[in-house]
């Protein structure tokens, strides 16, 4: 296995996975599958994406076949330039469970405490979600809040956790 950063070339098998994400764990994304579809030009802006600054994304290949992601999106605003983000973490199912989404995950921590300016990492999970709850644990991250009904999806609401990892 390897990680790497992605880059705009990488933007189709990147999307394609997404698809999938939102498809096999619509609670774990805000973005629906519905409303994915109906964008103009995806690809294009995913390529798009993978070339600001502060935004770093990173793949899990198993030789060329792309099988997880994990987003770090540093904040832009002056104020809050020492806070960063996880975004879109997804490991394809039949990968779960292989270290696939900790070795991910570490790669983005790493590169977050190579940038001087970040001093925290935050992300939010699904509450019910006890396999990505424990990895975040063993990684680090503390629970500093929960909001009830974040989402609501087919009728049902979820509740999200809100987490930490102090780099500094």
């Known amino acids: ?76 605003a002056d104020k809050i330039q020492h806070r960063a983000n996880i975004y879109a973490m997804y490991v394809t199912p039949r990968k779960q469970g292989l270290g696939v989404g900790k070795a991910l995950l570490t790669e983005a921590i790493n590169k977050a405490k190579s940038i001087e300016s970040i001093e925290k990492i935050n992300l939010s999970v699904v509450a019910t979600n006890e396999a990505a709850k424990k990895l975040y644990t063993s990684l680090g991250f503390k629970v500093y809040g929960l909001e009830e009904k974040a989402m609501k999806l087919n009728g049902a609401y979820l509740d999200d956790e809100h987490r930490v990892l102090h780099l500094k």
């Open 1 to 76: 296995m390897e990680i790497r950063l992605l880059t705009p070339s990488d933007a189709k098998s990147y999307w394609e996975l997404r698809l999938e994400a939102l498809k096999q764990a619509p609670e774990a994304f805000l973005t629906s599958y519905e409303d994915a579809i109906k964008r103009e030009d995806p690809i294009s802006q995913v390529a798009r994406n993978f070339t600001e600054e502060v935004n770093y994304t990173f793949g899990a290949f198993e030789g060329d076949e792309l099988i997880g992601v994990v987003t770090l999106l540093q904040e832009k």
